[in-house]
């Protein structure tokens, strides 16, 4: 069966520090990847998603980053945080192809930035 | 361009009572799919049920149930009998043909609390 695994859990980090968030799907060739942002309280937020190894859209301009190294990795990465960076960030795989496919989620890393 | 509300912002309930969930939807397309997910204090999205617009039988699981009309563009999800573990929050999610997946919209959430 597929799993998904997303780290760290919790993550402290001071404003202008650099991010790194890593997510890596078993079990499953060639998944669509996502990356999502939840404020306290709030909704989804999408932020990347991939279809392929080095095949990234972003749908918010910000200052993070996304890439793909990998077939089942995904990494969510800035160089300079900001404190409206905080927030509970979600990775996510789905079977590629049509859309009637469920997203499955990774249990999420809080992000604090002081 | 597609749309999902969920006009419940927070829900209390005392354990045991029936519940519903609202979801409205907006699309252009004639060929889409809706979600339900749950997502517990502890943080992750947990996949409920999907359902695909040319199928309008409703489904139950459990103690769960989720009603989808297309007349009205809604998606309703009702737990009965609820219980205290089914207190998280829950969202209702839309994704139109052919997007590969990139277009998945999900609704703001609900937050229901179920008290003992």
């Known amino acids: 069966s597929q799993t998904i695994h997303q780290w760290p859990a919790t993550l402290v980090q001071p404003v202008g520090s650099p991010l790194s968030l890593e997510c890596t799907v078993e079990g499953t060739s060639n998944p669509n990847l996502y990356w999502y942002r939840q404020a306290a309280g709030r909704g989804l937020q999408l932020l990347f998603y991939?279809?392929?190894?080095?095949?990234i859209s972003s749908e918010v301009p910000q200052n993070l980053s996304a890439s793909r190294p990998q077939d089942r990795q995904f990494i969510l990465s800035s160089k300079k945080l900001l404190l409206s960076d905080s927030g509970f960030y979600l990775c996510?795989?789905?079977?590629?192809?049509?859309?009637?496919?469920?997203?499955?989620f990774g249990d999420g890393t809080r992000l604090s930035i002081l | 361009a597609q749309k999902v509300t969920q006009a419940q912002t927070e829900i209390s309930v005392v354990e045991k009572e029936d519940v519903t969930l609202d979801c409205v939807y907006e699309t252009r397309d004639t060929t889409y799919y809706l979600f339900w997910y749950k997502q517990p204090p502890s943080g992750e999205l947990v996949f409920l049920i999907r359902?695909?617009?040319?199928?309008?039988q409703n489904e139950i699981s459990g103690r769960y149930s989720w009603n989808f009309q297309k007349s009205t563009s809604s998606f309703n999800f009702t737990i009965t009998a609820s219980q205290v573990v089914d207190s998280a929050v829950y969202f209702c999610?839309?994704?139109?043909?052919?997007?590969?997946?990139?277009?998945?919209?999900f609704g703001p959430g609900t937050r229901l609390s179920v008290l003992p």
């Open positions: 359902r695909n617009s040319f199928d309008e």
């Open positions: 996510a795989w789905s079977l590629r192809g049509p859309s009637n496919q469920p997203q499955h």
């Open positions: 991939s279809i392929g190894i080095d095949q």
């Open positions: 999610a839309l994704s139109e043909r052919d997007n590969y997946g990139q277009n998945f919209v």
